[in-house]
């Protein structure tokens, strides 16, 4: 942060900067570096399963160790990683410390809007067949129709084999479509409020059109798609039904702007925070005991196994406690334990300046955002950091020459929303909302800074080793 005026040496404006002005020349070189690792994973990464997938996989590379909850602690192993149903994990660095200390927790959600599948999705209408989703998490519905989607999920047949399918993320595969209606057809609907234009079950996926040959049969598209599902995958009907599988987004992470300076992808909330809380968390060198949790279902209200309410932090750090002959009680470890929230936030866009409160607002380039709370109107459902903590990665983040600023999700009576901060705050554990800055967010194709991803990175790396 760059202040204009002082008196006695101390600085009295709060002004960010952008990092392309402050940073030297070597943390720009690696911002653009880390930015080439980051693309990689989202492209690796378009679901919550591959995300943890991906996440164990470079966790492993570096060293961690999967450990089982219904198992012992292997000996000598200080650096772990325990999975949750293949959505949420939870990584641990013991460090040098006892756990009666507490931890430095980073948290980040694994989970992105999308459309998932209706109980019985597939039918035939006009000779065309269909799947009926129901989207997930909170979307504009106008965006996805023309929008390219690949399918991607898991089945589980009746022999309890599991199938992977990944299907519209290779240039050779086919992609799926929601169609929309042409303008010349279209004068009722453009009367209409823009979040009404589109009824959430017009939003349905194109998956067929050639019939079986057999002229006499009923449904002959629809009967078509299931022949090919289960000569490719075994799947009937019955294993629609059962199945996890949900349509996402089929663009590629892509560069923007002459000078590349913004990345262009799908699911980058909450996933940019999950890369760089993953990256700061495998190359700290930290002391104290740290913990990474990712958890799934954000985007609908955290509830179920996998999310932040579940009790699986719970039955981690009661195993921890119990394998470590720790003397320590759950509730006065999470008592003096610390954590960031990392989860993103809305970047100014200057093509809608009234939703932006101008004194309060997040720009891309600025570095990672440090909110104090974030919620809806009122100040309702707000988790509000405590000033010394505050204080602390202020001085945290001047001392280690990380790029930072302030922000607020939009004007007071704008809107608003949630992170998962609250899910630690109710734990007694000291929190505080840090992430990355997005345009377009919540859309198909979201838009964040290199600059910023790299000073996300960093602040989460000096805070695990602080």
Same mark, same amino acid.
């Given at each position: ?13 709060? /002004? ?34 591959? =995300? ?72 035939? @209408? ?15 519905? $106008?965006?996805?129709?023309? =929008? ?60 067929? =059109?050639?019939?079986?040959? @057999? ?18 995958? /075994? ?8 199945? @996890?599988? %949900? ?45 990474? $949790? ?24 009661? $195993?921890?406690? %119990? ?48 909110? &104090?709370?974030?919620?809806? %109107? ?22 280690? /020459? ?8 939009? &004007? ?6 949630? =992170? ?6 109710? %734990? ?19 838009l964040s800074s290199k600059a910023d991803i790299y000073s996300a990175y960093k602040g989460y790396k000096v805070f695990l080793e602080n």
């Amino acid at each position: 942060m760059a202040n204009k005026r002082k008196i006695g040496g101390e600085e009295l404006f709060l /002004k960010s900067e952008l990092f392309w002005d402050i940073a030297s020349k070597s943390e720009q070189n690696k911002a653009e570096k880390l930015a080439g690792e980051y693309k990689d994973f989202l492209d690796r990464a378009k679901t919550e399963k591959q =995300t943890i997938a991906r996440v164990s996989e470079l966790a492993r590379k570096n060293g961690l160790t999967v450990v089982d909850l219904n198992e012992k602690l292997p000996k000598g192993k200080t650096k772990m990683i325990f999975i949750n149903r293949g959505k949420s994990a939870i990584l641990v660095n013991l460090g040098k410390g006892d756990m009666a200390v507490g931890a430095n927790f980073l948290i980040a959600h694994v989970d992105s809007p999308r459309m998932d599948l209706k109980v019985k999705p597939l039918y035939e @209408d006009g000779e065309i067949a269909y799947f009926k989703p129901n989207y997930y998490g909170g979307i504009k519905k $106008y965006h996805w129709p023309v =929008t390219p989607l690949a399918m991607q999920g898991t089945v589980v047949l009746k022999n309890g084999q599991e199938i992977e399918i990944n299907i519209g993320l290779k240039d050779d595969e086919p992609i799926f479509l929601i169609s929309d209606l042409l303008p010349h057809l279209d004068n009722e609907r453009n009367d209409k409020p823009l979040g009404k234009a589109i009824d959430a079950e017009e939003l349905n996926i194109i998956v067929g =059109t050639k019939p079986v040959a @057999d002229k006499k049969a009923k449904e002959r598209v629809k009967l078509a798609v299931l022949e090919w599902l289960y000569k490719n995958y /075994k799947i009937g009907e019955e294993e629609l039904f059962t199945a @996890d599988i %949900r349509f996402v987004p089929a663009h590629k992470t892509r560069d923007v702007g002459f000078d590349r300076g913004l990345i262009a992808s799908y699911g980058q909330d909450d996933r940019v925070c999950v890369f760089a809380t993953l990256k700061g968390f495998l190359e700290a060198r930290n002391n104290r005991m740290s913990i990474l $949790y990712l958890v799934d279902k954000e985007e609908t209200g955290s509830i179920g196994a996998t999310g932040a309410e579940s009790f699986f932090l719970e039955n981690v750090i009661n $195993y921890l406690i %119990r394998e470590l002959k720790s003397e320590v009680g759950i509730y006065d470890f999470y008592r003096r334990s610390k954590a960031i929230s990392a989860d993103v936030t809305a970047a100014y866009d200057p093509d809608y300046k009234q939703a932006y409160d101008p004194n309060n607002v997040a720009r891309l380039g600025h570095g990672v955002v440090i909110e &104090k709370y974030v919620g809806y %109107r009122g100040k309702s459902y707000t988790m509000e950091a405590e000033p010394f903590f505050i204080r602390a990665i202020i001085n945290l983040f001047h001392k280690n /020459k990380v790029v930072w600023q302030t922000g607020h999700l939009g &004007k007071a009576d704008s809107g608003g929303g949630g =992170t998962i901060a609250g899910y630690l705050s109710n %734990r007694n554990i000291e929190v505080v909302d840090m992430g990355v800055a997005l345009l377009n967010m919540h859309s198909p194709y979201e838009l964040s800074s290199k600059a910023d991803i790299y000073s996300a990175y960093k602040g989460y790396k000096v805070f695990l080793e602080n």
